[in-house]
């Protein structure tokens, strides 16, 4: 097998463990009634089922990131997959409250080491713009289109199967990932643990995050300005800043603070960030409006979510990679951006006799073109300037804003609509405009969180200079320098 075969394959390989991840992220949503009935879990305590995936998968994506390129990102990936899956049949097998939480908190955990490092095994593998471009477009679809694919399969097998098979088709995947990643993928030289390994930073890091990340998911029910959120939440803040003064004295830090300073990186990790609030937005309340205000079921509204991910993977066969080639990775990401403000725009209109056809049809295919052509490029983007050796703590830190930022962003979210809904219905409104009322406020809400990541992108990751590009220096210095951007710029 030559070389180019099989790095193709090996992205394969790496793909289905994100998709694996993704699957999960929504697939467990379309069955949290059915769980709360058979396992007795009460409304409280159901939220936990998602939280502790939530808490484990953003507490440890900077350290495995760093991990990977300490001792090599193919056996942090192998690790990941294998603890998922075996986490996977263990939730299959729950047969009480206690035991699927413990299985979704070590699902987190191992997803968080598979997906801490799979951008950074893509751009070492993937070092020409080309290739690299056609990559992230297949990565793309697998992101994006995943939350939507795991709707509808969690609508197939919960209302045709049983809940606990969304969790066993899990088994035959992570298999499959782990026998062919272990063929295919190539590890890297990893810096080694030589020089000492920041056990006292990463345990930090960790805690802190696990700290932030669970007064997130808990601020909701016990309310954002409560002594609990904003007592555990200054902690978490204490935590990273005593964090960063470590960091900041050590010779061999976990998080050198150097890759703070990369423009494209933070850039690019903060627009990304606004937008997985927008998305997230739009599947979680998307969901909630179609099946308690338009009576769709679990399969349906599983179906109703398809343009978005045909349009996503449309995009992501290689037109995308072409228009990036074509008019360069910003121009390419505006267009994104503003179509996906434009879709959310037209969520935020629909009221409670609004048609699927043509109305959230059109939305929903709007906001697969957006995402379609908006995270391949931000990938791209972020990774361009990432020295080699720290490509796995870029990758970690650029999924890790992501996850905090979607965690917020929806938290926020459902509180904003759930209290702009009571206070409809206290006015009198009857149940189904006063739940409108909440979702669309959170569409305007989820749209200028995009728009604001349209902002980040034109003030900051403008490239440096839109000329020709300097032929005395080396074209991969020039290809960072410029974001992709064409010579014709």
Known sequence: MNSNTRRWLALVVVCFGQLMIMLDSTIVNVALPTIQRDLGFTQANLTWVVNAYLIAFGSFLLVAGRAGDLIGRKKVFLTGVVLFTLASVYAGFSQGATGLVIARFLQGLGGSLAGGVIIALIVTEFTQPAAR????????????????????????????????????????????????????????????????????????????????????????????????????????????????????????????????????????????ALLATGMFTNFFMGVLYLQHVRGFSAFETGLAFLPTTIAIGVLSAGLTARLVARFGAVRVLIFGLTTIIAALALLAAADDHATYVPWIFVAYLMLGVGAGTSFMPLLTISMSEVPA????????????????????????????????????????????????????????LAALCVSAGLAVVLAVLRPASGGRPDRRVPEHTNRERAYAEPEAA
């Open 133 to 272: 471009a056609q990559a992230m477009s297949v990565f793309t679809f697998v992101i994006a289109g995943g939350g939507s694919i795991g709707l509808l399969a969690g609508g197939v097998i919960t209302q045709w199967v049983n809940w606990h098979w969304i969790f066993f088709i899990n088994l035959p995947i992570g298999i499959a990932t782990f026998l062919m990643g272990a063929w295919l993928i190539q590890e890297n030289k990893g810096l080694g643990l030589r020089h000492g390994v920041d056990v006292l930073g990463a345990a930090i890091i960790t805690g802190a995050l696990m700290l932030g990340v669970y007064t997130i998911v808990t601020a909701n029910e016990f309310g954002w300005a409560s002594a609990h959120t904003l007592g555990i939440g200054g902690v978490s803040l204490a935590m990273i800043a005593a964090f960063l003064i470590l960091e900041s004295r050590l010779a061999n830090p976990i998080m050198p603070l150097r890759i703070l300073r990369i423009r494209s990186l933070t850039g690019a990790s903060a627009a990304r």
């Open 389 to 444: 050796p720290d490509a796995g703590l870029a990758s970690g830190f650029s999924n890790l804003a992501m996850q905090v930022s979607a965690a917020i962003g929806l938290a926020a979210m459902g509180t904003i609509s759930a209290e702009e809904a009571r206070s409809l219905v206290a006015q009198g409104d009857p149940i189904p405009v006063a739940l409108t009322g909440g979702f669309q406020l959170a569409f305007v």
